[in-house]
């Protein structure tokens, strides 16, 4: 008996190996092939056909594979006619082979199918608006066009959005069609867009805190019945948020509180942010060494919005010792009046100068446009091998600056020019007459994705006729990170008897760079300078080469640059180390 049951579970056993190792074998999977697409249609393609989910996999089932073979013309369809291609020809194929499922599409696209008519129609308030006819003008959606069903999405959504921002709060489509005309082979569009009345600004609603509300309203760019723009509370929310009065700044349009006149309140509501704020930080550079700061900024010092700011800046070369009252004004987002107060003390290896700087300015930024008008009383000492020159200026001056480019902290094309004038006459307190230009400007342009150029240039000179008594701080000198790079701080100048740099009548710098990314927020460059801080426009320029790396930190790019200087006094080799924007 024992006998026999051994034999019954050897069967038992033989038999479900044999069972099991069949149904190893039969595991089927499912590989799918499409031939005649390629690119953004054949990903398409790929998404939303079902039956490509299991390419390459087990298959679900030989009455799901068929399934979903069956289902390919409608998912094709799906897929090619977003593009616009409706006269495409399909041909499908299946077939089992040693358990496997094999499906094969092939697609002949043919041409895709162009717009015909287009009708665009504003209709209620917005029929009188021009600027949606310019609009409409730059809609990709044209006659003769190839269809793509993303552009006119695209088109019903800026039409929307534009009529939004612009305060019609109530716009909607009357009609919104897409229509194909397969005899004719053509899409026909109609769009009607009603914008219903549009809403103007009511009554500006600030809630009470620690600045008086006329000066909160100096920062309001719109009035009580003036249109709604999205664009306005936009450039309200930035300027409020800017400002650093305030840790939360939340501006809002009472949509549901508008009256029988059309009139939306707005809301604005905020938190103050700290009223004292200190800063310290430690750092280096290769201009002037081992540095240290220290700042203290009051916010606020009064309900009328004004500022104190005192500063100490010391490094190895350079000191300064300073304090700004801040004082904003009509437009504080934007412009402001300063008086100031500064000493600075610079005892490098080629200079030795302490000067006092008392002054007042008026500071204004319109768009991408910055001008600063100032007027300052400088008394400066200049240190020489036994001599001491000693001068005062009453110095009005002018500056204006403007950079344009999309992103300031990673520029990939873009400019600025900048622009000061300044002079001085003994008619008004000062040791002579003398009238000082200096102008600049930086270009950056992208060669595809990964090349930037970057050029620059520098111009200065000083009309005076006794230029023996125009202060050191006043006079061009050259050399340094962002200058002639090669050439210590500064050290570029005429020199007198002792061999000390005296500074110069006339200022030119020049440089071009190539920079390339080989990495994500790293770049290699090259990079020439040539330039001379001169009185005689005989005088040879001087030459640095190098190169260096660059690294884009949130702040801008680091940049570590190894030069070397051409002509004398140039080094070998020198390091260059900067931080900040590139415009």
């Known amino acids: 008996m024992r006998k026999a049951w051994t034999v019954f579970f050897a069967f038992v056993l033989l038999f479900a190996s044999k069972v099991y190792g069949q149904e190893e074998t039969e595991i089927s999977r ?35 594979v068929r399934y979903l073979h069956n289902q390919a013309e409608r998912d094709f369809f799906r897929a090619l006619t ?30 895709p199918i162009p717009i015909g008519n287009v009708s665009i129609q504003i209709k209620g308030a917005g029929e009188q608006d021009p600027s949606f006819q310019k609009l409409i003008n730059r809609l990709p959606i044209r006659s003769g066009a190839p269809l793509l069903h993303s552009d006119y999405e695209s088109a019903k959504s800026q039409l929307r959005r534009h009529a939004s921002e612009r305060g019609y709060y109530q716009a909607a489509y009357q009609t919104s069609t897409l229509r194909i005309d397969v005899e004719s082979y053509q ?24 600045l008086d509300e006329d000066v909160m309203r100096r920062f309001i760019p719109f009035e009580k019945g003036d249109n709604v723009s999205a664009t306005e509370l936009i450039n309200l929310q930035l300027g409020l948020s800017d400002s650093d009065y305030f840790s939360r700044v ?41 540095r240290l700061k220290f700042e203290q900024n009051r916010r606020w010092v009064n309900t009328r919005g ?42 490098s290896s080629t200079i030795r100068s302490e000067r006092f700087t008392y002054g007042a300015s008026w500071q204004s930024q319109r768009e991408r446009l910055q001008r600063i008008y100032s007027i300052d009383w400088q008394d400066e000492r200049d240190y020489f091998e036994g001599d001491i020159r000693k001068t005062q200026y009453l110095m009005p001056s002018a500056q204006w600056t403007r950079v344009e480019t999309p992103n300031r902290l990673n520029v990939l094309d873009g400019w ?85 740099v005296e500074g110069a009548r006339n200022l030119v710098v020049s440089s071009l760079e190539f920079d390339y990314s080989f990495r994500p927020n790293w770049r290699v460059a090259a990079f020439v300078d040539a330039g001379n801080a001169f009185n005689d426009i005989q005088e040879s320029f001087k030459v640095g080469l190098g190169f260096g790396f660059r690294w884009q ?24 180390l900067t931080i900040g924007p590139d415009l």
Do not use: C, M
């Open 416 to 500: 600025r020019l900048s622009l000061t004038l300044r002079g001085a006459t003994k008619q008004l307190f000062s040791d002579s007459d003398f009238l000082q230009t200096l102008a600049s400007a930086k270009y950056v342009h992208s060669f595809g994705s990964r090349t930037r150029a970057l050029a620059r240039i520098e111009l200065g000179t000083s009309i005076t006729s006794d230029f023996d008594q125009v202060p050191t701080s006043l006079r061009f000198f050259t050399g340094g990170d962002r200058s002639v790079r090669g050439y210590a701080y500064r050290s570029i100048s005429p020199r007198n008897d002792n061999n000390e």
């Open 250 to 290: 939340e501006v809002q349009p009472l949509w549901t509180e508008a009256s029988d006149k059309h009139q939306v309140p707005v809301n604005i509501e905020y938190e103050p942010n700290k009223r004292t704020h200190y800063q310290v930080g430690l750092g280096y550079g290769t201009d002037t060494g081992a």
């Open 82 to 111: 977003p593009y616009g291609y409706y006269n495409y020809q399909l041909n499908s194929h299946l077939e089992k082979r040693d358990h496997d499922w094999y499906a094969t599409y092939t697609v002949a696209l043919g041409d």
């Open 30 to 64: 499912v590989f799918v092939t499409i031939e005649g697409l390629n690119g953004r249609v054949l990903t398409n393609s790929a998404l939303l056909l079902r039956i490509y989910e299991y390419h390459s996999k087990v298959a679900p089932g030989d009455g799901r």
């Open 553 to 576: 930190s949130p702040i801008g790019p680091v940049r570590f640059d190894f030069a070397s200087g051409l002509s004398d006094p140039g080094d070998s080799l020198r390091l260059h």
């Open 187 to 210: 899409a026909h569009i109609e769009l009607i867009l009603n914008t219903g009345p549009r809403y103007q600004f009511g009554d500006i609603r600030i809630a009470p805190g620690h």
């Open 306 to 347: 004004h500022r104190f700011n005192a500063q100490l800046q010391a490094s190895e070369i350079l000191t300064n010792i300073g304090t700004r009252y801040v004082i904003p004004g009509s437009q504080p987002q934007s412009d402001q009046y300063i008086l100031r107060a500064l000493w600075t003390d610079e005892d």
